[in-house]
């Protein structure tokens, strides 16, 4: 039994040490197989060309958080993806990171700044602004927290709507009701059948005139003519987005220079190579024990 590592050789020789540590069969590249048959275990972020090399392989293991970008796997493996709580962090400031430069007019004071120009603007209350965050998983339920102890009035959709301490959720069956009261909306679904380019001109038209849309799910999910179609429209005022489609976003794409919005490259999260290294071994240690796998992922479902 042992686990092979699809990644680069720093992050290898983090996750070499941790398994010596546990005792457990550690391959640190593709190069080190020496027989494939030894292969229970495969963690990487692209899975390597030919899985069906390894057929003893029991479970992928996605370093990430998302997993739509994996191929359908070969019949009996199993797929999970890291939970790990410096993701949820990262990816929980960079949530706050963008609703707060939504709400306090950072994309505005940036093109003035471009200008030298001195313009102060009102600012409100966040007590006053409505968060609405699409996606109540871990990271949704974090980012919830954390905003409604910034003071902002905090809803959350989800899929099922089922019921979070705290914070009013929407299911499917409400999404007209949470988009119409979403000041700041922020997208962190996963990328779905349902999902991909769910955020479209209807939808948008859905929100409050002047929105802000802050979107760290999966560029997939957003229609960039149609994000444009809404800044100039005024539907939306500004938006802050770390997943674009395509990526990486074309140097001439006109969201680089439009002073309404504001990217950054995908970077909301990196995995910690030791937390990575670790959310692996635990899934060892239950898929050996017949214990649930952590961050097992629901292929028909999508996450
Ligand atoms: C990054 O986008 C991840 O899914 O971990």
Known sequence: MALLLHS???RGAVWGRIFADAGEG?????AGVTD????THLA???PPADLARYPNLRTVICVGAGTDHFPPLPPGVALSRTLAPGIEAMVRDWVVMAVLALHRDLPAYLED???????PRPARLARSRRVGIMGMGRIGRLAAESLGALGFSVAGYSRSGAPVEGVAVFGADRLDDFLAGADILVCLLPLTDRTRRMMNDAFLARLPAGAGLVQAGRGAQLDMDALRRALDSGRLSAAMLDVTDPEPLPADHWAWTDPRVLITPHVAAHTDAAEGARHALAVIRADRDGQPVPGLVDRSRGY
Do not use: S
Request: contains cysteine; hydrophobic residues 50%.
């Open 8 to 10: 680069t050789p720093e």
């Open 26 to 30: 550690f391959i640190a590249d593709e």
């Open 36 to 39: 494939p048959a030894l292969v």
């Open 44 to 46: 990487c972020w692209t």
């Open 113 to 119: 700044a471009a200008r030298g120009a001195w313009q």
